[in-house]
């Protein structure tokens, strides 16, 4: 088995925003028990979460992993669940008696696919598309609370915004409004482009501010930034 830092795509550099919630687990196949372990953390964390959704995110050794319907594959005695995984490499985990006491192996519908896994936790996603800045501010300081929960060295570290990630494809613009009805585009980055994303950045003013951001389209992902 390859360490799981060799695994990691370059795609995983832009999902490092969010906090993992622990050592991402890696090979060509992962045992339930292990991701059952590492995602339920998250369910028994009792600090606030409301902001926020936990996925198990896949990690791919190759970009193309993620190409044509993947999916996750829960292989068990009496368990069989195929979990289709979304572009950013994303899947509700299930939380399966089952599966655990059989400790069914989790694989990639890709033959002699080598692969991680790991919790990702981002911030909920609202078919509106409007964002109230206090509720990005109140939702990174879930994630950073809970970040920190599971990893002391990140009680260093601050919020300092939030990443909409979008496809290529789609159109990838975010403004902020504000109550005066001042609208300001959102900076947009292409660095990922290569891996098929764009990422709009909204980052904190140093004192609160009112105000909305609103979202072209739905984004796949928005990520807490940490510093």
């Known amino acids: 088995m390859r360490p799981a830092r060799q695994l990691i795509a370059p795609l995983a550099l832009l ?5 993992a919630g622990a050592q991402a687990l890696g090979g060509e196949a992962v045992s339930y028990r ?22 198990l995110q896949v990690l791919p050794r190759e970009r193309a992993m993620l190409a044509g319907g993947p999916q996750l594959t829960l292989m068990g005695k009496s368990t069989q669940v195929s979990l289709p995984l979304d572009p950013l490499g994303r899947t509700v985990f299930p939380l399966l008696k089952a599966a655990y006491d059989e ?42 609370g809970f970040a920190r929960y599971v990893d002391a060295s990140q009680r260093a570290r601050q919020c300092a915004g939030v990443r909409f990630v979008f ?19 959102l900076p947009l980055s292409d660095a990922e482009a290569d891996e098929g ?7 904190f003013a140093p004192a609160a501010e009112r105000g909305q951001v609103a979202t072209s389209n739905a984004p796949l992902a928005i990520l807490p930034l940490f510093e």
Do not use: W
């Not at 991701?35 to 959704?53: C, D, I, S, T």
């Open 34 to 55: 292990d991701a059952y372990r590492a995602m339920v953390v998250f369910e028994k964390y009792g600090g606030p979460k409301n902001l926020l959704v936990s996925q």
């Open 167 to 185: 496809p290529v494809k789609t159109e990838a613009a975010a403004r902020l409004r504000r109550p005066d009805s001042a609208e300001q585009m």
């Open 197 to 203: 994303f764009l990422a709009v950045t909204y980052r």
């Open 103 to 144: 400790n069914a192996a989790l694989t990639m519908n890709r033959k002699g696919a080598v692969f991680a896994l790991r919790p990702q936790v981002s911030i909920a996603v609202r078919h509106d598309g409007l964002y109230d800045v206090a509720d990005l501010r109140a939702a990174c300081a879930q994630a950073l």
């Open 15 to 19: 999902l490092a925003a969010g906090p």
